[in-house]
Each structure stands twice: as C-alpha cells, then as structure tokens.
C-alpha cells in the first residue's frame, strides 16, 4: 500500500488500519505499508524533536496494529519509529495473522540521520533475522539496508521466500517522476535483489517530496509488478508460492 503521508500521526495510522481492512476483505494474505509509514521520515536529529516520533515495539500502537491483524485474519508489515528508553530506531515489524508480534527488525544502515548523530540516541540493529509466517519465510530489510552488501549476503544465506523493504526516498530536488525512477533509480534496485536471490517486496509512501512506488521482484531480479511514482494505492499481486492457506489446506496464491 502507497499510503499518503500526512503532518497527522493519527490520520495515517487510521488510513494504515482502514487499508488493512480493506485488504483482508480483498481475502489478501499480507498487506505492507512503507518505512515510517506512521510519520514520514521526518526526523532531524535533534532528540527534543525526534523523540516524539517514536513509539514502544511491543506499545501502544503496535499493540493496536497486533488486534487489527488478528481481528482481519491477515499478515501486516510497516515501518515505524521505534523508542527504545533513550534511544530511537528505524524499525519495520512484521505481524501475523494471530495478532502476533513474529518479527521486529531494525534498520542497520545509518542513511536516516546524519552521520555525526550520536550512536547513544540514534541506534542500529545488528542482525537479519528469519522469521517462519504462514505465507513462507521473511526476512526484513529497510531502505539503505537493501544497498549494504554484507547484509544482502546475509539475506541469500538465510534465503527468506520473501524480502520485505519498506523504504522512504524522494528525488534530490523532489517531484514524483516516474521516468526519472526509471532512469535513475530502478535498475540499482533491481540490481540488489539479484544479488539477494529472494522475492521481495518494496513499498515507498507518498506525500509532497516524497515520490511512492511500489514493486515486486522475483529472485533473479526481474520485475514483477509495479504501482506508478505519484499515485497512492495498491499494488495488488499473486505470487505464486506454496503455502498453509486459510482453510488449512494446501495452496498457491
């Protein structure tokens, strides 16, 4: 889901809540929403600011997002500002169906803050976890992280049935181009999922510098499918692999 980005917390996580729904009664097995999809990455490295983006991981909102998952009977995947005492990360969480919290991941890569930012406030993860859902395994990377080989190496070693990246990029100079994605973006993107040898899903969010898109790209890098720079929406895709359905039967979608 390309969600658009409001000044409102609360607004957006009202349209993340209200999308979840409307994609579990599409009778989707997963829906996923971008880096910091709750605020916008909005943080300029003065703790006084930034603090108040961030949010306990397990908390009140994840919390809420948990109950929603188990209440709609489908996966979730977003990114979000997590406060971890004095120390804020850029996480992405991925929640089952059962409303549980099956996978918290934090971004390793420092490309959110300036690099003199203090490691004490602004923190890192340290590994690339795996987690077993019902639609194959996951594993989570956010934004810069898809670009750090060493992670990218980790990721084919772990070999996940699924890459989840929520990022968040804009142009230099800003607009919505979607040729100019093409031309200068896509292929570099394209490019690390090869080396990741894994289906992954990509989602950025929209608002006016930031410029969306969403795609899918199987393990060798080839596109999928793609929703537009500029539009907000959803990207709506059978992927095709072998899993527990529902019913508790075998099936393929």
Known sequence: VVN??????????????????????????????SETAITGLINDDDPSHDFALGTPI???????LCAHAQRHNINV?????????QQLFDTAVFISRQGTLGLKYRR????????????????????VPKYQADIGSVCLLVCGDLFDDQLVTTVRR?????????????????GHS?????????????????????TTLLV???DDEY???????????????SLKAGHEGVLTLDIGLPYRSRGGKDSRH
Do not use: C
Not at 12 to 25: C, P, Y
Not at 77 to 85: S, V
Not at 178 to 196: D, F, H, N, S, T
């Open 4 to 33: 658009r980005v409001t000044a409102s917390p609360e607004k957006n996580l009202e349209t993340i809540l209200q999308r979840v729904a409307d994609a579990a009664s599409a009778r989707s097995d997963l829906v996923m929403f």
């Open 58 to 64: 397990p908390g009140p909102i994840s919390d809420q």
């Open 77 to 85: 995947a977003l990114g979000l500002f997590e406060l971890d005492g």
């Open 108 to 127: 390793i890569s420092l490309g959110w803050h300036e690099p003199g930012a203090s490691s004490d406030i602004y923190g890192a993860g340290s590994s």
């Open 158 to 174: 772990e070999n996940p049935d699924f890459l989840l990246v929520p990022f968040a990029r804009s142009f230099y100079g800003g």
């Open 178 to 198: 979607q040729e100019q994605w093409e031309r200068e973006e896509q292929q570099q993107y394209l490019g690390q999922v090869k080396r990741a040898q894994a």
């Open 204 to 206: 950025n969010y929209l």
């Open 211 to 225: 410029f969306g898109g969403a795609f899918a790209v199987d393990s060798k890098g080839n596109l999928i499918s």
